[in-house]
Nanobody
Framework: QVQLVESGGGSVQAGGSLRLSCVAS????????MGWFRQVSGKEEEGVAG???????SYADSVKGRFTISKDDAKNILYLQMDNLYAEDTAMYYC????????????????????RGQGTRVTVSS
């Protein structure tokens, strides 16, 4: 069983930055995938970034060049550095992880990862 707890959300003006953190419990996810997805109320979930066990990352086109996913396996923390934020980035952001084999750990699979956190809200004002 993997538990995920996000933090770091908040309110920021357009052009600003935030860093989201996700503390993970358990070890099984370390050989699998981790990532972030977001959801605007009333809309579908959207994969944002994914990372595999060796650190290979992928990003949605909408955030490429602005967001950076990284992880510290020693501290069991997943990060999402978000720079040059747009109003359209406003959403609830969720950390996700999967310990099953066979996934490519890409950003567009994050919504179907086996485990997810409770989310942290990001609000960007224009």
């Amino acid at each position: 069983q993997v538990q995920l707890v996000e933090s770091g959300g908040g309110s920021v003006q357009a052009g600003g930055s935030l860093r989201l953190s996700c503390v993970a419990s358990g070890d099984s996810y370390k050989s699998g995938c981790m990532g972030w997805f977001r959801q605007v109320s009333g809309k579908e979930e959207e994969g944002v970034a994914g990372i595999d066990s060796v650190g290979t990352a992928s990003y949605a086109d909408s955030v490429k060049g602005r967001f950076t996913i990284s992880k510290d396996d020693a501290k069991n923390i997943l990060y999402l550095q978000m720079d040059n934020l747009y109003a359209e980035d406003t959403a609830m952001y969720y950390c996700a992880a999967d310990d099953r084999g066979g996934l490519a750990c890409t950003y567009y699979q994050t919504e179907v990862f086996r485990y997810r956190g409770q989310g942290t809200r990001v609000t960007v004002s224009s």
